[in-house]
């Protein structure tokens, strides 16, 4: 799956197998909770969305706007949060309490078919580098309802959903730089390996890469694409592809394509015998 401003979970358990998100509503990072209790309602999903999927500050620019949209036919509570985000060195996404950024409301309610902003106030003012941080808008379970209560007064078991979406939230530095390459490739036991680096100053959004193997005589043999994903300033992402090991053998090279929302940059990897499984 192509990796977006949201991820998702598909759940498939007894009671909601037939479970499957409306991709299309669901707007920003999305990640599903399970709470599996006793207590819990049958309810699958609540129908909302956060717009916009990203915010820009800095500059000018000390403030704005999120909406979560209700789309549904029933009220729903929110609890509201601002993590700085940040990566570590295996690329994984990590998360801190700030005091950088004001927002408000922190809990709220919002009636059926209606929407609610929440407000964002920026505290520090931009540097040399840029800033990142994600606004997080997470459902409220709601307590079990009397239809999951059958006649003999026993609660029926089920999962509740709670559905968290997650927004970036980019402080621009004084002086944007937008710098990045495929800073390393490699292969070894038939996996191959690109590295891309983002040496600038603010952040880069890879949509893919591309692995395409080739024989001597350039006809592609193999061909993978792996989802992108965001790079703060100054971090690096890995993305691998494995070689089946009857195709591998035959390659004399394998072509990398890394797609940005701007641009796409590319990098070789010369195939070596030694560099497929034995």
């Not at 060195?89 to 929407?115: C, G, H, L, R, W």
């Not at 390393?184 to 036991?189: D, F, L, N, Q, W």
Request: net charge positive; proline share 5%; glycine share 6%.
């Amino acid at each position: 799956m192509m990796k977006n401003n949201y991820r998702a979970t598909r759940i498939s358990l007894q009671t909601c197998k037939n479970f499957d998100p409306p991709m299309n509503k669901v707007v920003g990072f999305l990640t599903v909770i399970l709470f599996v209790i006793i207590s819990s309602t049958h309810a699958l999903a609540a129908d909302f969305q956060v717009q916009p999927t990203t915010m820009d500050l800095g500059g000018k620019v000390k403030s704005g706007v999120f909406s979560v949209i209700n789309n549904s036919n029933e009220k729903i509570d929110f609890q509201v949060s601002v993590k700085a985000w940040n990566q570590d060195e295996n690329s994984k996404d990590a998360y801190t309490d700030t005091n950088d950024i004001v927002f408000f409301p922190k809990v709220m309610s919002i009636d059926p078919n209606s929407q609610r902003a929440v407000r964002i106030g920026l505290k520090t003012p931009p540097g040399a580098r840029e800033k990142t941080y994600r606004l997080f808008v997470q459902e409220i379970p709601t307590q079990k309802k009397t239809q999951d209560i059958d006649v003999n007064q026993k609660v029926k078991a089920g999962v509740t959903i709670a559905f968290r979406f997650s927004m970036p939230i980019f402080v621009k530095p004084l002086k944007p730089q937008e710098i990045y390459a495929i800073d390393k490739v490699e292969m070894a036991a038939g996996k191959a390996r690109a590295v891309v680096k983002n040496t600038g100053n603010v952040h880069v959004k890879l949509r893919s890469v591309t692995f395409s193997g080739k024989a001597a005589d350039g006809k592609e043999l193999y061909s993978k694409e792996v989802a992108g994903w965001y790079i703060l300033n100054g971090m690096s992402s890995s993305y691998e592809a494995e070689i089946p090991k009857d195709v591998c053998g035959q390659l004399a090279k394998i072509d990398i394509n890394v797609r940005t929302e701007d641009k796409d940059i590319s990098g070789i990897l010369n195939v070596q015998k030694n560099m497929c499984p034995e």
